[in-house]
């Protein structure tokens, strides 16, 4: 079964640094992967899609990487600020359906002044 | 929350006893998912319905069942709650777009304490 692993439970940087987080997956390619944010308390929201045909992908200071050939994909926000400390999630369908899938168990990202 | 409730948002229950979770939706998407979220496990679907009556097992099914007789609202009940069961749920909802890649809208969550 699909597996997922993301590299470095939490990470600190200082504001204004850009910030990236790895999310590596373990057996077949998925057609598309996306990744979340979630903040203490609350359910997770969707940022950002990239398909497998899709290098990569950019939303205002949020920039996602997918390699199919590394298994891995990398999520950047550039310019980091304090109010993106959250925990971040990958997440990829299954192999038996596209709309059913699987989370990684997250990076804590905190960004110090 | 992408017009997503769930209750209630928090219970304490004793062992043994039966649970309730209700997520009720108001944009009429076909999927809807249970997932449960622990320390160290991430979120783990527990059970999913890709419409009314029509439900599958998640990676984590025993000890909960669901039904959806409605497309707004998805139930999910512990028959005989254990220790284990304690953790924070999260109900989800997707569109179902053919072919295409659906993101998944998650509601508030209930944290549920079994003692």
């Known amino acids: 079964s699909q597996k997922i692993e993301q590299n470095s439970e939490a990470l600190n940087i200082q504001e204004g640094k850009t910030a990236t987080l790895t999310c590596n997956y373990t057996n077949y390619s998925p057609a598309y992967l996306q990744w979340y944010r979630q903040d203490p308390g609350r359910g997770p929201v969707f940022l950002l899609l990239?398909?497998?045909?899709?290098k990569e992908k950019r939303k205002e200071r949020l920039k996602v990487t997918f390699d199919t050939t590394l298994k891995q994909s990398l999520f950047h926000i550039t310019a980091s600020q304090p109010a993106d400390s959250a925990t971040y999630l990958c997440?990829?369908?299954?192999?038996?359906?596209?709309?059913?899938?699987?989370f990684g168990s997250g990076t804590r990202l905190s960004i110090r002044p | 929350d992408a017009g997503i409730t769930q209750s209630p948002r928090h219970k304490v229950t004793e062992t043994g006893t039966p649970v309730t979770l209700r997520c009720h939706q108001t944009e009429n998407h076909r999927y809807m998912y249970w997932y449960r979220q622990d320390p160290g496990h991430g979120l783990r679907l527990i059970h999913y319905s890709y419409g009314v009556k029509d439900t599958d097992k998640g990676e984590v099914s025993d000890g909960y069942s669901v039904s959806r007789s409605k497309t707004e609202d998805f139930l999910l009940t512990l028959e005989s709650a254990t220790s284990s069961q304690t953790s924070v749920y999260f109900c989800?909802?997707?569109?179902?777009?053919?072919?295409?890649?659906?993101?998944?809208?998650f509601g508030p969550g209930t944290r549920l304490t079994v003692t």
């Open positions: 997440a990829l369908p299954t192999s038996s359906s596209a709309s059913k899938i699987i």
């Open positions: 990239i398909r497998e045909n899709e």
């Open positions: 989800a909802i997707s569109e179902d777009r053919a072919f295409q890649a659906d993101e998944q809208y």
